[in-house]
């Protein structure tokens, strides 16, 4: 079964020894942050603040701080094998005949349970008489910051009857506003623009999928909470706003109401994920119209800065996610892999080529998807293991000509976090291309061939070097 919410889960790691609680007192002010990278750094527990200097509620972070609870969180499967009925949902096809049409209301009512379900009860019952972000625990994690923010929040923003969630930081200016920082190609950014009346929720401690989803970018036209309700093999319940007409989990800790203003303020500057000051730029302000709240609300907090951190187990988690979606869509792709330690921006992705420029074909519909990801994209043959980078370095090394296997897109869209443009937002991308080339990308002639023993020479050599070792350990003991 999979965890209701985020207090299931906090039980099962504190059972296993992977949850501490921290009894002495820590300020919000650069102190928590601080805890966290070394958390997140060593590979150390979850934790939770009991005590907080400003008299905030208590917070728990590094929750995904290892792999390891990522896992956890899915119930020990991979979230590749899981998103895996993603693609099955999408090969569907209409029955032909009785006996299939038996079989398919099987599959549709398996198809309906993964979809939201609505709900009127919630342990968010609990309405604040008073509004005070200051309340909550939102940090400063850098000293160059100009206040505090809350970092683990997930903002959920609707457009029609299609609601998108995400985490984009919070900004606390007053103890009734916030600034939301979400760029110009942002799927929710997108829901908002244009619209007159623009509300949102902002969701602290959600179940464990729900949560990690919000830092996934899923391809419309699919909702994230409909890719949760698959990955959970159940639909996440839904509760009703009660002063925005939005719909949003029900089983979390607490749920901030609100409003777009129309105005806009300085955001910034902020330590973000690349390990630098982000730009101050103006963002949208929002005013709080209620709080809700669990009796004793536990609030998630996140940091930022040089990897690896928390965020990087979220794009581990999210490439292998996506992974089913993508290779449904490029059916050469055999496996990609982005890093951690590249942000996102590093892109490593193996295909089986078939044609000449087969490689910058795929490179084209890896940007086209978003400016996220892909900063710097080397693709390479399919039986180049794209995690192991002596791997990938050799195909570069040995299949990469310069002059002819570089593509540098000049005035692409970027990523307003990454520091490298010089107009933020507006940058470039690398591809490179580290397959075996073909005839006619090269001069007309076979490309040279790989270096391969026969079989038989091959085992016989296994042989005699299991011998050997053999040898060397009986003389060792």
Known sequence: MPYKDLREFLEVLEDKGELVRLKEEVSVDLEMAAVLRKLAYSKGPAVIFERIKENTLPAVGNVFGTWERVLLATEGVDPEEKAKALTELLAFRPPEGILDAVKSLGELRKVASYFPKRTSRTPMDVEWKEIDLFKLPAIRQWPLEPGRFLTFGATFVRRGESINYGYYRLQVIAKDKFLVHWMPWRRSEAYAFGQDKVEVAVVFGMDPVTTLLGGVPVPP???????????????????????????????????????????????????????????????????????????????????????????????????????????TILPEMVDFYMPPEGLSYVFVVSIRKRFPGHARKVMSAIWGLTPMIGKILIVVDHDVDVRDWGQVLYAVSAHVDPQRDVVVLEDYPAEELDPSPSTPGLGSKLGIDATRKLPEEYGGKEYPKDVVAPEEIERKADEVLSRLLSQVKRKKQ
């Open 221 to 327: 036209p699919l909702e994230k909470l409909f890719v949760s309700g698959v990955l959970r093999g159940e639909g996440v319940e839904v509760v009703e706003g009660r002063t925005v007409d939005l719909r949003y989990p029900a089983n979390a800790e607490l749920v901030i109401e609100g409003e777009l203003t129309g105005e806009t303020a300085p955001e910034g500057p902020y330590g973000d994920h690349a390990g630098v000051y982000s730009i101050v730029k103006n963002y949208p302000v929002v005013r709080v119209k209620a709080i809700y709240s669990r009796e004793n609300p536990l609030i998630p907090v996140t940091t930022t800065g040089k990897p690896v951190l928390e965020d990087g187990h979220f794009i581990l988690f999210g490439q292998k996610v996506v992974k089913p979606l993508l290779i």
